[in-house]
């Protein structure tokens, strides 16, 4: 019994150390890696992220998602319309409730090429239900073709990219 008290005592903190690290890995931050360029030039194919387990939605956030058609992928992508928005896109620009929206976070190279979004028929999103795009919208899978999501498909909010180094930091809802 001393044996265990001694170890306890000496290594202790180390192992509270690592269940903690355990439990927030479970229950608080998801980590993630983009594959694919749907992001661009927000975040690129191979940017290591965490997410946040715990966060409300809200526009603009950029999230990691179930995909709606393939079991056990995940996608990340961009919250655009929210429960009871009337989303639609006319000439490239998206209007949310009438209102041309300010897409500031697209690069400027995304937003000179002029052939970014498909045109789309109005849509209201229904109550628990969001519409998420990437911003490389030549080069993704989003809500545009597989409608609304439910929010029990969203499982984080990207908060911090911790690789290439060059890029470390947080990850803000207008980059």
Known sequence: MNSIKRFLKENGLFLLLIVGMVLLRLFVFTPFEVDGPSMNYTLAH?????????????????????SPTEE???????VIGLPGDTISS???????NDEPLSET????????NNTNTVDF????????EYFVMGDNRNHSFDS?????IPEES???????RFWPLNTFGTVDETD
């Open 121 to 128: 028929a109005p849509l209201t999103i229904p109550e628990g």
């Open 105 to 112: 976070y697209l690069s400027e190279e995304t937003r000179q």
């Open 72 to 78: 056990g992928k995940q996608y990340i992508k961009r």
């Open 144 to 148: 545009t073709e597989f409608g609304p």
């Open 154 to 160: 969203i499982n984080a909010e990207i908060l911090f």
């Open 46 to 66: 191979g940017d290591r992220l965490f997410g946040a387990n715990m966060f409300n939605v809200d526009r603009f956030d950029i999230v990691i998602l179930d």
């Open 90 to 96: 006319e000439d490239d620009v998206i209007y949310i």
